[in-house]
């Protein structure tokens, strides 16, 4: 039997108070399937009212700033995400990656900040379609992990890697089962050689386009720990679905 999965919804930029529903449906749900860690990550301005709203799961940001405070406007730290009650953020997504120009080692600076702050780090990595059709997966997301991930003391200990292929996100497209497991297998291998023993125990979570009707297919693969759910997030119902796809097959 696999390790306690993880699933992470990322509702990005959607949701106003109304979303609290959401999060309380899927909160109490989460209570009652103790073998799946539950999560999300609302936008900034949830983070707060959803801490109070749930119990149970976990509630996290979707990128902080690499330094504490100071003149960054618009930005939020991983000290006020802390204190806005998040357990955890996401840092490199691609959408951060493609549309906020962040490197590799900016990444690494604010998943570092994070931990620093007393945050769990969910760092993202993934490769573009045009990167997969000229055969560079591989080695682009080995590039991004040895760029990205933290390297201070204990890291792994608070991390979780996401692989998440560009072209899968939002689109309905996933990789095959084995595909997954290929590249799972080398990010694997990548940790393992950062963090040695540690790295073993990194939770690997796969996103893009992950749906009650792929999650059990996906989640069953050789180093899925869980899922980075965007989309199928945003409803209780969607998101629920998925985790109970989480929860059968620890029961199995
Ligand atoms: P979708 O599940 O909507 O494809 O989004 C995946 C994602 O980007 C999660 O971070």
């Not at 493609?98 to 780090?121: F, I, P, W």
Request: glycine share 10%.
């Amino acid at each position: 039997m696999k390790a306690q999965r993880y699933i992470v919804g990322n509702w990005k930029m959607n949701g106003t108070r109304a979303m609290l529903n959401e999060a309380r449906a899927i909160d109490r749900a989460a209570a009652r399937l103790p073998k799946v860690q539950v999560a999300v990550a609302p936008p900034g301005t949830l983070i707060f009212r959803t801490r109070d709203a749930v119990e149970i799961i976990g509630v996290g940001g979707q990128d902080c700033h690499v330094e504490e405070s100071g003149a960054f406007t618009g930005d939020i730290s991983a000290a006020m995400l802390k204190d806005a009650g998040a357990d955890f953020t996401i840092v490199g997504h691609s959408e951060r990656r493609a549309l906020h120009a962040e490197s590799d080692a900016v990444v690494k600076a604010k998943a570092e900040t994070a931990l620093a702050a007393g945050l769990s780090v969910i760092v993202c990595v993934g490769e573009t379609e045009a990167q997969r059709d000229a055969g560079k997966a591989e080695a682009v997301v080995a590039a991004q992990i040895e760029g990205s991930v933290p390297r201070s003391e204990a890291a792994a200990e608070k991390l979780s890697v996401a692989y998440e292929p560009v072209w899968a996100i939002g689109t309905g497209r996933v990789p095959s089962t084995d595909d997954v497991a290929k590249m799972h297998a080398k990010i694997r291998e990548s940790l393992v050689g950062i963090y040695g023993d540690a790295g073993a125990a990194v939770r690997i979570l796969y996103g893009g386009s992950v749906k009650a009707e792929n999650a059990a297919e996906l989640l069953a693969v050789d180093e899925v720990g869980g899922a980075l759910v965007g989309g199928a997030s945003l409803s209780a119902e969607s998101f629920l679905a998925i985790v109970g796809a989480a929860a059968s097959l620890d029961e199995s």
